[in-house]
Structure formats: structure tokens, C-alpha cells
């Protein structure tokens, strides 16, 4: 993942993403019309092959109930891929954006490095054991809660 222009890092939790997925009432005005799917196609591609297309991104952001680590952690990346996608593709939104050259000071991600090497380091560890794993789902929610992510 190519570090780009940083910005104001305003990322959203999976429920605001799962909420405006599943087109609830409130959410719509974020990324309206054909906004949403763009950013959902590019969170696949930014994904680097986590997820097979839009659909299964989709399928995974949604999950719910008992769900191994990996599962819970598919769930996270997919989250913090789509508010980097936001931000690519709608870096003057209000809402919901996150880009690669934003830091983190200290958080489940480690310290002092950006949101662009942890993401790549989350998507290395999410196909690895469960330890890993659990490191790359922690990294992705303390990422999309903003702890710790500044501009």
C-alpha cells in the first residue's frame, strides 16, 4: 500500500460501515447514490486480495456472532480499508476517511509508524496464526476507533 498525501484522519467504526451497507436510515447521506459501491470496490482493491470482490468485503464487514479471531479481524480490515478508500476517493468528506500517510502515535498497532505500514503489516498478519491474527484484528479497531491516529 503506497503511502499517499495524508489528511485530516476521521475514520469510522464498523458499525457506522455495516450500517450504511445494510442502507439504515441516517447512514445514507454518507457516500449517496453510486459514492457507497465506489468506495466498496476501491476498500477491495486497496485490500490487496483479502477479500474476492465487493460481496465478500461486504459479507465479512457484516458478520456477527460467534466468529473465530481471523473472522473478527477480516471484519476490522474491512472496515479500515473502506475508511481508506473514503479518504482516497473523498478526501474533502466530513466523515469517514483515513489515509495511509496519517500516523499512529502508540496503539495495537505499535509506535510511531503510519497508517499505511500498519495496514500492510495487519494484512500480512491476518493470514497468518491466531496470535498474529489477534494483533492484526486489534490494530484494525484501535485504527477505525481513531486511538492514537493523528494527521
Same mark, same amino acid.
Given at each position: &500500500?503506497?503511502?499517499?498525501?495524508?489528511?485530516?484522519?476521521?475514520?469510522?467504526?464498523?458499525?457506522?460501515?455495516?450500517?450504511?451497507?445494510?442502507?439504515?436510515?441516517?447512514?445514507?447521506?454518507?457516500?449517496?447514490?453510486?459514492?457507497? +459501491? !465506489? $468506495?466498496?470496490?476501491?476498500?477491495? $482493491?486497496?485490500?490487496?486480495?483479502?477479500?474476492?470482490?465487493?460481496? @465478500?468485503?461486504? /459479507?465479512?464487514?457484516?458478520?456477527?456472532?460467534? #466468529?473465530?479471531?481471523?473472522? #473478527?479481524?477480516?471484519? *476490522?480490515?474491512?472496515?479500515?480499508? =473502506?475508511? =481508506? /478508500? /473514503?479518504? @482516497?476517493?473523498?478526501? @474533502?468528506?466530513?466523515?469517514?476517511? =483515513?489515509?495511509?500517510?496519517?500516523?499512529?502515535?502508540?496503539?495495537?498497532?505499535? +509506535?510511531?509508524?503510519?497508517?499505511?505500514?500498519? $495496514?500492510?503489516?495487519?494484512? $500480512?498478519?491476518? &493470514?497468518?496464526?491466531? !496470535?498474529? *491474527?489477534?494483533?492484526? *484484528?486489534?490494530?484494525? +479497531? +484501535?485504527?477505525?476507533?481513531?486511538?492514537?491516529?493523528? @494527521?
Amino acid at each position: &500500500m503506497p503511502l499517499t498525501a495524508t489528511g485530516e484522519a476521521l475514520p469510522c467504526a464498523i458499525g457506522l460501515w455495516k450500517n450504511r451497507a445494510a442502507g439504515k436510515n441516517g447512514t445514507l447521506l454518507w457516500f449517496p447514490n453510486g459514492d457507497f +459501491d !465506489s $468506495v466498496v470496490t476501491a476498500a477491495v $482493491v486497496l485490500a490487496g486480495g483479502l477479500f474476492a470482490d465487493e460481496a @465478500d468485503l461486504l /459479507a465479512n464487514l457484516g458478520s456477527k456472532g460467534k #466468529r473465530t479471531i481471523g473472522e #473478527r479481524g477480516k471484519q *476490522q480490515i474491512a472496515a479500515t480499508c =473502506l475508511n =481508506l /478508500a /473514503a479518504g @482516497d476517493l473523498f478526501p @474533502d468528506n466530513t466523515k469517514c476517511k =483515513l489515509f495511509e500517510g496519517n500516523s499512529i502515535i502508540s496503539n495495537g498497532c505499535g +509506535d510511531n509508524l503510519s497508517i499505511g505500514d500498519a $495496514v500492510n503489516q495487519a494484512l $500480512v498478519d491476518i &493470514m497468518s496464526d491466531a !496470535s498474529a *491474527q489477534h494483533e492484526a *484484528q486489534e490494530c484494525s +479497531d +484501535d485504527i477505525n476507533n481513531g486511538i492514537s491516529v493523528i @494527521d
